[in-house]
């Protein structure tokens, strides 16, 4: 069992910054795939970006490739997503995602924990 706690969000205006962090339980961190996906009103949750077991292969949607990066540090058992350049397209509640696999999803159907989300308002 692994649970996710988000923290991170906030009000920004368009064009600024924010990280994102995602910390999860218990001692086999490393064995999981993480991402990041995103929730606005009236929208399907889609994916954003995931990061393999160890950080060495990660995927972005066309929509945030170039602004969003992601990062782990298993060490502390946490997920970042640093977002820069930020839109007011990106408003929406952020949740990261846990799967116990070498391999990276985008598929949301696959991820088998979730944290409750955080919230990410951007003004324009």
């Known amino acids: 069992q692994v649970q996710l706690v988000e923290s991170g969000g906030g009000l920004v205006q368009a064009g600024g910054s924010l990280r994102l962090s995602c910390a999860a339980s218990g001692r086999t961190f490393s064995s999981y795939a993480m991402g990041w996906f995103r929730q606005a009103p009236g929208k399907e949750r889609e994916f954003v970006t995931t990061?393999?077991?160890?950080?060495?292969?990660?995927y972005y949607s066309d929509s945030v490739k170039g602004r969003f990066t992601i990062s782990r540090d298993n060490a502390k058992n946490t997920v970042y997503l640093q977002m820069n350049s930020l839109k007011p397209e990106d408003t929406a509640v952020y949740y990261c995602?846990?799967?116990?696999?070498?391999?990276?999803?985008?598929?949301?159907?696959?991820?088998?924990?979730w944290g409750q989300g955080t919230q990410v308002t951007v003004s324009s």
């Open positions: 990061i393999s077991w160890n950080g060495g292969n990660t």
């Open positions: 995602a846990a799967k116990r696999t070498i391999l990276v999803f985008t598929d949301r159907s696959a991820y088998d924990y």
